[in-house]
């Protein structure tokens, strides 16, 4: 049987969101904001016709589009929306890549009729269907096309080209920077050799390209002649660091805030550690102050760990090092690395069986009531001082809580 690549891309994923439990929004200028709300990080085709763009200021986009509707972000429902997404995929292909919150590759294997068309079709339609959201569905030999063909097609295309000369008029069109990996200063070093389009690309000595990009180029030169040479990861590759931080949004000097922050994201990095199955053999603790000053805290575990009194133990003595009295902080990051399989984890030999035995249904117990309850609703005491910003819920999610990039 022919085998094929496809890719999946959500239309405006945020505003598409939005208009399933809103069906106000429809047809209407759309922008969600993010970033405190400061700052429209999607908007629907209708606004991006106004003139605004993805990253502008409200203000500004206020001035272009004043009839325009702001929302804010809730990347919690986003990211129900994308699982569900995901599952109606696996439906059809037995093997998906989740490669960001609204984006998939999938293995394509035509129905009985032997028609890749029509099953970029039906994709397509099926997650309108079950999940509201439209789509743009590409199928080719090898992902590199596929996603070139998707984001040619949007909005709610469906499109399968899989031989020579049809794929030869689409790169033919489409200038080098229109491939993911190859933007302004990889496309200048190609330039100079004459090669602008993606044809242009495709048909250039495989050794020069290599000699210009890297592997990383030579990889793209297969892809774009149909060779796939980069199979579908249907699991990740394991990290070589997990983090969790960012702006505080009001700067403090306060100590009890700056360990309420600690904590937070403590608790948010170690929802991470255990959504990967890993334990953290190292944490730094980084603080960026409004004056451009910053301090860091770092220490190395003697035996990894994934549990918040450990953990916690860890941290404090690394944000005392990384705080500088009456500095005025605006950001964090907490970042574990050193990273181990938990399952290859040895046992703490100097740590009591009761103790760990404790501490571990105590996890285990917050885990349940979360799950159960909403994501924070059992938290440390020691983030009280943040009482607003766990009252807002459009915090729940901040943007790096979303496994995968972000989507536009
Ligand atoms: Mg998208």
């Avoid at 129905?111 to 029509?118: L, T, Y």
């Avoid at 020069?208 to 002649?225: D, H, M, P, Q």
């Avoid at 220490?299 to 005392?320: G, K, S």
């Avoid at 103790?355 to 005491?381: I, M």
Wanted: glycine fraction near 8%; hydrophobic fraction near 45%.
């Amino acid at each position: 049987m022919l085998k094929a690549v496809g890719h999946l891309d959500a239309d405006c994923f945020y505003v598409s969101a939005e208009r399933v439990r809103d069906d106000f929004l429809r047809g209407k200028p759309v922008g969600v904001l993010g970033n405190q709300g400061a700052c429209v990080i999607a908007k629907s085709y209708e606004m991006k016709a106004a003139g605004v763009g993805t990253g502008m200021p409200i203000w500004d986009a206020l001035v272009r589009c004043p009839e325009g509707i702001y929302v804010k972000r809730d990347f919690r429902w986003y990211e129900v929306l994308s699982r569900q997404m995901l599952e109606v995929v696996q439906q059809w292909s037995p093997r998906v890549e989740y490669y960001s919150i609204d984006e998939f590759f999938f293995a394509a294997e035509p129905g009985p009729d032997g028609s890749f068309q029509r099953l970029a079709e039906r994709i397509r339609g099926a997650i309108l269907d079950r999940v509201g959201v439209p789509v743009t569905v590409g199928i080719a030999r090898t992902r590199t096309l596929a996603k070139l063909i998707s984001d040619m097609a949007k909005p709610f295309g469906a499109l399968a080209i899989l031989d020579r000369r049809a794929e030869e008029e689409l790169l033919a069109e489409r200038p080098v920077t229109e491939i993911t990996g190859i933007a302004g200063r990889r496309a200048a070093r190609l330039s100079p050799w004459g090669i602008l389009t993606c044809l242009d690309l495709a048909q250039a000595d495989r050794r020069l390209v290599r000699s210009l990009l890297t592997a990383t180029g030579e990889a793209l030169w297969w892809e774009l002649n149909g060779e796939d040479v980069r199979p579908i990861q249907s699991r990740r590759p394991s990290h070589k660091a997990l983090s969790r931080g960012g702006s505080f949004g009001e700067a403090t000097h306060r100590p009890t805030v700056l360990y309420a922050w600690l904590v937070r994201n403590l608790e948010r990095l170690i929802e991470e550690l255990e959504y990967h199955a890993v334990a953290a053999g190292r944490l730094t603790v980084q603080v960026i102050y409004k004056d451009g000053r910053s301090g860091v805290g770092q220490a190395t575990l003697p035996v990894p760990a994934d549990r918040f009194d450990v953990l916690l133990d860890v941290v404090r003595p690394c944000l005392r090092r990384a705080w500088i009295p009456r500095a005025l902080a605006s950001h964090m990051h907490l970042i574990a690395d050193n990273l181990t399989a938990r399952r290859d984890t040895p046992a703490d030999l100097f740590e009591s069986p009761a103790r760990r035995a404790r501490a571990e249904a105590v996890a285990q117990l917050k885990r349940e009531v979360n799950a159960r309850h909403g994501r924070f609703v059992l938290r440390s005491a020691a983030t009280l001082p943040l009482a607003s910003i766990y009252r807002d819920t459009a915090n729940e999610y901040d943007i790096c809580d979303i496994r995968g990039k972000i989507c536009f």
